[in-house]
């Protein structure tokens, strides 16, 4: 398996515009998990999926950020419009359970948004 | 409210030298106890787990952890550290449909 993939790897983006990042996941992996990454906050939660539904999305920080996952194998975070703020690593992750196997972790997407 | 705690930002020890991180959680019930280790550019690769049953535990590339409930810690160790072993460590703690991370330790190895 070629594990989970993230793209893009990086992002510069201007202030305002909108930004999607996508995620395949581990195929027959019914967990997915968006996070992101700063210095300052560590790694937090954004949002997962089970079974391509949202279950918790608590964690998504405002509603400039959505999250989809039209089938199995896709999803995507949205920022729209997008701040200096955003600027961070968001890593995506799937598993087959939520919390008792641990997560199999994509290579993240850095964005940048200037 | 879960929360997970690496007390130390950063470690430098000599390469060959032994390794301890330690990871204090606050958990209303059992964990299931993690550490996650992330290489520079890259995502986080599992190093080694806790269910249940036998508290040290034992994960990839030599690293161990034991789970000691009465200190409610979960530290991680290696008897010899490599300079590959440079990278930042994560304890995580599974909470009901998400893992908690703690803040991270990054490791610095002296040739």
């Known amino acids: 398996d070629a594990g989970v993939i993230q793209s893009p790897r990086h992002e510069v983006t201007e202030m305002g515009q909108e930004v999607t990042l996508r995620c395949k996941p581990i195929?027959?992996?019914?967990?997915l998990f968006w996070y992101r990454q700063t210095m300052m906050r560590g790694l937090e939660l954004l949002i997962y999926f089970n079974n391509n539904v949202p279950i918790d999305d608590s964690g998504m920080p405002e509603d400039r950020f959505s999250a989809k996952m039209p089938n199995a194998s896709f999803s995507t975070l949205k920022i729209q419009p997008s701040e200096p703020r955003d600027s961070a690593v968001y890593f995506c992750?799937?598993?087959?359970?939520?919390?008792?196997?641990?997560?199999?972790f994509g290579s993240g997407t850095r964005l940048t948004v200037v | 409210a879960q929360s997970v705690t690496q007390p130390d930002i950063h470690i430098t020890v000599s390469e060959g030298a032994s390794l301890e991180l330690r990871c204090n959680y606050s958990y209303g019930a059992t964990p299931y106890l993690f550490w996650y280790v992330q290489s520079p550019g890259q995502g986080l690769q599992l190093l080694l787990k806790y269910f249940s049953g036998d508290t040290l535990v034992q994960g990839i590339k030599g690293f161990e952890a034991e789970f000691k409930r009465s200190q409610s810690s979960f530290n991680l160790r290696k008897p010899s550290v490599h300079w590959s072993d440079a990278a930042e460590y994560f304890c995580?703690?599974?909470?009901?449909?998400?893992?908690?991370f703690g803040k991270g330790t990054k490791l610095s190895v002296k040739p």
């Open positions: 992750a799937s598993s087959f359970v939520p919390d008792g196997e641990g997560y199999t």
């Open positions: 995580a703690v599974g909470s009901q449909g998400n893992l908690i």
């Open positions: 195929s027959g992996h019914d967990y």
